[in-house]
């Protein structure tokens, strides 16, 4: 029996406005209670992890929920990627955010429990963007053989607070 490990989507979004009013008042679809009135976002084909999807989709439900202006107040994007230039003692953390046009702070937590703890700044902070643009962050200091977890967090100036998912990595034995 195989094990599936990653499983990716390919998806294509477009986000539509709807105004709500009433029933069969002109310009309104059969059926509904208002009209789609016009595209506000419109995102290329991506492939993600299933994952990754679900903590998107939790956000955007956030967001809706919240009642958010998406064209205006679009939250940051975090995206944690994977780690690279695993060391005995170090590491790169990797990720990618879109701001959204707004200036964010990106910072990574990372710790050897999924609480996390610690917090590094990225390189590319303070960062606007308009589509994923790529931050890292160098850790040092850290401990051979060991399980660490980590993410990509981003604050906007409005203070807007995204996470990107929990990944994590081994550091080298000794």
């Known amino acids: 029996m195989s094990i599936v490990r ?35 976002g419109d995102m290329p084909e991506i492939e993600i992890p299933w994952d990754e999807l679900q903590t998107r989709l939790a956000n955007a439900a956030l967001v ?4 958010y202006e998406l064209d205006n107040d679009a939250p940051p994007v975090p995206v944690t990627n994977e780690a690279g230039s695993i060391t005995k003692t170090g590491v790169t953390l990797k990720g990618s955010v879109n701001t959204n046009n707004t200036e964010t702070v990106v910072t990574f ?10 917090n590094v700044t990225a390189g590319e902070s303070a960062l606007t963007s308009s589509t994923l643009s790529p931050v890292t962050a160098v850790v040092a200091g850290l ?7 980590y993410r990509v967090k ?14 994590s990595f081994t550091t080298l034995a000794v």
């Open 109 to 118: 937590q990372y710790g050897t429990t999924k609480e996390l703890g610690t």
């Open 64 to 67: 809706l929920a919240d009642g």
């Open 143 to 149: 401990t051979a053989n060991t399980k660490y977890y």
């Open 6 to 40: 990653d499983v990716r989507v390919k998806l294509r979004l477009n986000i539509l406005t709807t105004e709500v009013g009433e029933r069969g008042k002109s310009g309104t679809r059969p059926g509904r209670q208002g009209t789609q009135s016009r595209i506000i």
């Open 154 to 167: 981003a604050i906007t100036n409005t203070n807007m607070t995204q996470y990107g998912i929990v990944k």
